[in-house]
């Protein structure tokens, strides 16, 4: 399988039919070389000190939001857990280092359902959680891609969710469908794109010091930190490929990468 990175947008993206990303999301399995036996979502609705991972074999529908349309409330995603397979990923984990532990009552937040119930909206892929740790940087990510690298060759996709930017300040998130996108988000973005299409790992990992207008693009980095799972997932200096390109709410980029 590849290994894929998705923005997530707002939970309106579930139910917004018009916006690009939304059609680019249900057509996400399709184009996929195959159904995946299960599917690591590195969520960036989900913070911890160390490595977590769901464990539950059912577990719940996250609404962790609030003031958006009744319609997503009533949305629930149904796909099966993974106990088992939590606890493998663990002792993979732990063989590279990297201590990790197991939440049984941890469900789906919105940066998993929201683009799992368009890409595989019958919910029959079981799917589990890990954790990202927004105190800890780019290269520990990538650490924990290496860590489950080898879960590619067994037809687990590992699939990352987040924003290529994501400064909801500037997001008109009430305002205009099409506002104008800043210079600065464009500039990231296009920086991020290269850099991931030339395979160019050490940049990117360090793209606190070297990427154009970084902190404005990101003020905060869980957003960012799901990209270098699957990033870490391939080997160092794979090309990565544009699987999607547009921007939402003038300030989001909404890209999507696959690494082969």
């Not at 590849?2 to 707002?10: I, K, L, N």
């Not at 789906?108 to 589990?128: K, N």
């Not at 464009?186 to 050490?202: D, K, N, P, S, Y």
Request: proline share 8%.
């Amino acid at each position: 399988m590849p290994a894929v990175f998705v923005s997530h947008g707002a939970p309106t993206l579930a139910i917004e039919a018009h916006e690009p990303t939304h059609a680019f999301l249900q057509q996400l399995g399709k184009a996929l070389p195959m159904t995946p036996r299960a599917i690591v979502c590195i969520s960036a609705h989900w913070e911890s000190r160390q490595p977590t991972l769901s464990a539950g074999a059912t577990p719940e529908t996250i609404h962790d939001f609030y003031g958006f349309p009744e319609a997503l409330y009533r949305i629930r995603y149904g796909a099966p857990g993974d106990p088992a397979l939590a606890s493998r990923i663990r002792d993979l984990l732990g063989a590279d280092g990297l201590v990790a532990a197991l939440d049984d009552h941890r469900g789906f937040d919105h940066g998993a359902w929201v683009p799992l119930s368009l890409a595989y909206p019958r919910a029959d892929v079981p799917v589990l959680q890990l954790s990202v740790q927004s105190a800890l940087d780019a290269a520990h990510h990538v650490a924990l891609g290496r860590a489950l690298a080898p879960l590619r060759d067994e037809g687990i996709l590992i699939l990352g969710s987040g924003g290529a930017t994501h400064d909801l300040r500037r997001a008109s998130l009430g305002g205009r469908a099409d506002p104008p996108v800043p210079a600065d988000v464009r500039a990231f973005e296009a920086w991020l794109v290269e850099g991931i299409e030339a395979g160019a790992t050490a940049d990117l990992v360090a793209w606190e010091q070297r990427a154009p207008y970084a902190r404005e693009n990101h003020p905060t980095h869980e957003h960012f930190l799901p990209l270098f799972v699957p990033l870490g997932a391939a080997p160092e200096g794979t090309r990565g490929r544009v699987l999607h390109r547009t921007f939402a709410y003038g300030a989001l980029s909404m890209a999507a990468f696959a690494w082969d």
